[in-house]
Protein backbone atom coordinates (compact mmCIF):
# COMPACT_ATOMS: atom_id res chain seq x y z
CA UNK A 1 0.00 0.00 0.00
CA UNK A 2 3.11 2.64 0.85
CA UNK A 3 4.45 1.40 -2.76
CA UNK A 4 8.14 0.60 -0.58
CA UNK A 5 10.42 -1.49 -2.14
CA UNK A 6 11.68 -4.86 0.14
CA UNK A 7 14.65 -6.95 0.07
CA UNK A 8 14.50 -10.28 0.81
CA UNK A 9 16.07 -13.81 0.14
CA UNK A 10 14.15 -16.91 -1.31
CA UNK A 11 14.62 -20.36 -1.29
CA UNK A 12 13.59 -22.05 -4.20
CA UNK A 13 12.10 -26.52 -3.84
CA UNK A 14 15.31 -28.30 -3.45
CA UNK A 15 14.13 -30.09 -6.94
CA UNK A 16 13.99 -27.10 -9.12
CA UNK A 17 16.97 -26.76 -11.69
CA UNK A 18 18.88 -25.05 -9.94
CA UNK A 19 18.20 -25.08 -6.70
CA UNK A 20 19.85 -21.86 -5.07
CA UNK A 21 18.87 -19.23 -2.58
CA UNK A 22 18.95 -15.76 -4.17
CA UNK A 23 18.39 -12.22 -2.89
CA UNK A 24 15.94 -9.98 -4.20
CA UNK A 25 17.21 -5.85 -3.27
CA UNK A 26 14.33 -3.42 -3.76
CA UNK A 27 11.55 -5.77 -4.79
CA UNK A 28 8.68 -3.67 -5.99
CA UNK A 29 5.38 -5.45 -4.31
CA UNK A 30 2.31 -5.49 -5.79
CA UNK A 31 0.11 -7.90 -3.97
CA UNK A 32 -0.23 -10.59 -1.86
CA UNK A 33 -2.68 -13.16 -3.35
CA UNK A 34 -3.74 -16.60 -2.40
CA UNK A 35 -3.98 -19.55 -4.30
CA UNK A 36 -4.38 -23.56 -3.15
CA UNK A 37 -3.41 -22.48 0.56
CA UNK A 38 -0.24 -21.14 -0.08
CA UNK A 39 0.57 -17.22 0.14
CA UNK A 40 2.12 -15.59 -2.62
CA UNK A 41 4.13 -12.01 -2.83
CA UNK A 42 3.49 -10.51 -6.37
CA UNK A 43 5.58 -7.56 -7.84
CA UNK A 44 8.58 -6.85 -10.21
CA UNK A 45 11.98 -6.91 -9.73
CA UNK A 46 13.76 -3.53 -9.82
CA UNK A 47 14.87 -2.40 -13.36
CA UNK A 48 12.08 -5.50 -14.63
CA UNK A 49 8.78 -5.46 -16.17
CA UNK A 50 7.01 -8.57 -15.80
CA UNK A 51 5.21 -9.78 -12.64
CA UNK A 52 6.66 -12.29 -10.57
CA UNK A 53 5.49 -14.18 -8.26
CA UNK A 54 7.35 -15.91 -4.97
CA UNK A 55 5.80 -18.61 -2.46
CA UNK A 56 5.64 -16.15 1.18
CA UNK A 57 6.53 -19.80 2.98
CA UNK A 58 10.13 -20.32 0.80
CA UNK A 59 10.94 -16.49 1.90
CA UNK A 60 13.63 -16.87 3.80
CA UNK A 61 12.84 -16.39 7.54
CA UNK A 62 14.45 -12.90 9.06
CA UNK A 63 16.04 -12.19 6.01
CA UNK A 64 12.90 -9.72 5.07
CA UNK A 65 13.98 -6.52 6.46
CA UNK A 66 11.72 -4.22 8.37
CA UNK A 67 13.36 -0.94 7.58
CA UNK A 68 11.68 1.00 5.18
CA UNK A 69 12.15 0.78 1.65
CA UNK A 70 12.73 3.32 -0.73
CA UNK A 71 9.54 4.36 -2.39
CA UNK A 72 8.49 3.41 -5.76
CA UNK A 73 5.30 4.15 -8.48
CA UNK A 74 3.37 1.02 -8.52
CA UNK A 75 2.56 0.78 -12.52
CA UNK A 76 -0.66 -0.23 -14.81
CA UNK A 77 -1.49 -3.54 -13.01
CA UNK A 78 -4.83 -5.39 -13.35
CA UNK A 79 -4.53 -8.38 -11.50
CA UNK A 80 -8.01 -10.08 -13.67
CA UNK A 81 -6.30 -9.40 -16.85
CA UNK A 82 -2.82 -11.10 -15.89
CA UNK A 83 -4.22 -14.16 -14.70
CA UNK A 84 -7.00 -14.49 -17.62
CA UNK A 85 -5.54 -17.06 -18.95
CA UNK A 86 -4.43 -18.82 -15.46
CA UNK A 87 -6.23 -21.44 -13.47
CA UNK A 88 -4.15 -19.57 -10.24
CA UNK A 89 -0.93 -17.70 -10.05
CA UNK A 90 1.02 -18.14 -13.27
CA UNK A 91 1.32 -15.25 -15.92
CA UNK A 92 2.76 -17.58 -18.73
CA UNK A 93 3.89 -21.03 -19.54
CA UNK A 94 6.59 -22.63 -20.26
CA UNK A 95 7.40 -25.71 -23.29
CA UNK A 96 9.21 -28.88 -23.25
CA UNK A 97 12.41 -26.71 -24.12
CA UNK A 98 11.96 -24.20 -21.31
CA UNK A 99 11.05 -21.52 -23.55
CA UNK A 100 8.37 -19.40 -21.66
CA UNK A 101 4.79 -18.14 -23.60
CA UNK A 102 2.74 -15.49 -22.86
CA UNK A 103 -0.14 -16.78 -25.32
CA UNK A 104 -2.75 -18.87 -24.10
CA UNK A 105 -3.35 -22.09 -25.85
CA UNK A 106 -6.72 -24.10 -27.20
CA UNK A 107 -6.51 -27.06 -24.90
CA UNK A 108 -9.83 -30.21 -25.21
CA UNK A 109 -9.75 -33.49 -23.52
CA UNK A 110 -12.51 -35.69 -23.45
CA UNK A 111 -14.05 -36.60 -19.73
CA UNK A 112 -16.43 -39.39 -18.42
CA UNK A 113 -18.21 -40.18 -15.26
CA UNK A 114 -16.55 -42.07 -12.74
CA UNK A 115 -18.03 -44.91 -11.09
CA UNK A 116 -18.72 -43.36 -8.45
CA UNK A 117 -18.03 -39.89 -9.05
CA UNK A 118 -20.20 -37.44 -11.43
CA UNK A 119 -16.79 -35.96 -12.91
CA UNK A 120 -19.33 -34.18 -15.80
CA UNK A 121 -21.73 -32.57 -13.23
CA UNK A 122 -18.83 -31.64 -11.11
CA UNK A 123 -17.03 -29.79 -13.99
CA UNK A 124 -20.39 -28.43 -15.58
CA UNK A 125 -21.82 -26.78 -12.63
CA UNK A 126 -18.12 -25.37 -11.10
CA UNK A 127 -16.29 -24.81 -14.71
CA UNK A 128 -12.56 -25.28 -14.74
CA UNK A 129 -11.66 -22.00 -16.35
CA UNK A 130 -14.25 -19.30 -17.56
CA UNK A 131 -12.96 -20.16 -21.37
CA UNK A 132 -14.84 -23.62 -20.53
CA UNK A 133 -17.07 -24.88 -23.20
CA UNK A 134 -19.00 -28.08 -24.14
CA UNK A 135 -22.10 -29.46 -25.93
CA UNK A 136 -22.39 -31.44 -22.77
CA UNK A 137 -24.04 -34.31 -25.26
CA UNK A 138 -22.20 -37.31 -24.37
CA UNK A 139 -20.64 -39.86 -26.99
CA UNK A 140 -21.27 -43.58 -27.18
CA UNK A 141 -18.62 -44.17 -25.17
CA UNK A 142 -20.27 -41.54 -22.31
CA UNK A 143 -17.47 -39.08 -23.07
CA UNK A 144 -18.11 -35.26 -23.40
CA UNK A 145 -15.41 -32.95 -24.94
CA UNK A 146 -14.40 -29.87 -22.89
CA UNK A 147 -12.39 -27.00 -24.60
CA UNK A 148 -10.61 -24.15 -23.09
CA UNK A 149 -8.21 -21.17 -23.84
CA UNK A 150 -5.73 -20.73 -21.14
CA UNK A 151 -1.90 -21.70 -20.02
CA UNK A 152 -1.16 -25.25 -19.90
CA UNK A 153 0.00 -24.84 -16.41
CA UNK A 154 0.72 -27.33 -13.56
CA UNK A 155 -2.75 -26.58 -11.62
CA UNK A 156 -4.63 -27.62 -14.87
CA UNK A 157 -2.33 -30.59 -15.39
CA UNK A 158 -3.14 -31.46 -11.35
CA UNK A 159 -7.18 -30.67 -11.73
CA UNK A 160 -7.28 -33.06 -15.17
CA UNK A 161 -5.29 -35.75 -13.18
CA UNK A 162 -7.61 -35.39 -10.42
CA UNK A 163 -10.48 -37.26 -12.79
CA UNK A 164 -8.37 -40.22 -12.88
CA UNK A 165 -6.60 -41.44 -16.08
CA UNK A 166 -9.08 -43.86 -16.89
CA UNK A 167 -11.54 -41.08 -17.04
CA UNK A 168 -10.38 -38.38 -19.30
CA UNK A 169 -8.84 -39.35 -22.82
CA UNK A 170 -8.12 -37.53 -26.06
CA UNK A 171 -6.50 -34.61 -24.00
CA UNK A 172 -4.77 -31.95 -27.23
CA UNK A 173 -2.39 -31.04 -27.87
CA UNK A 174 -0.36 -33.71 -27.73
CA UNK A 175 2.61 -32.45 -25.51
CA UNK A 176 -0.31 -31.65 -22.93
CA UNK A 177 -1.55 -35.61 -22.93
CA UNK A 178 2.23 -36.25 -22.33
CA UNK A 179 2.36 -34.00 -19.35
CA UNK A 180 -0.89 -35.24 -17.47
CA UNK A 181 0.56 -38.80 -18.05
CA UNK A 182 3.90 -38.08 -17.04
CA UNK A 183 4.67 -40.18 -13.50
Not at 8 to 31: C, E, G, I, N, V
Not at 121 to 130: A, E, I
Not at 160 to 167: A, D, E, L, P, V
Amino acid sequence: ESCETVTFKYQRFATARPASTKTYPDFRPYLLKEHERRWYLIGKEKGKSDIIRFACDRIVPKTLSNKRGSAFKRGQFDPNELWKYSMGIYTDWEDDQGKKHKTPINISFNLKDGKRWFNIDYVKTLPLHWSQTSNWKKNKSGYVTITLKMFPDSDLIRKIRSFGSHNVVDIQPDYLSRWVNEY
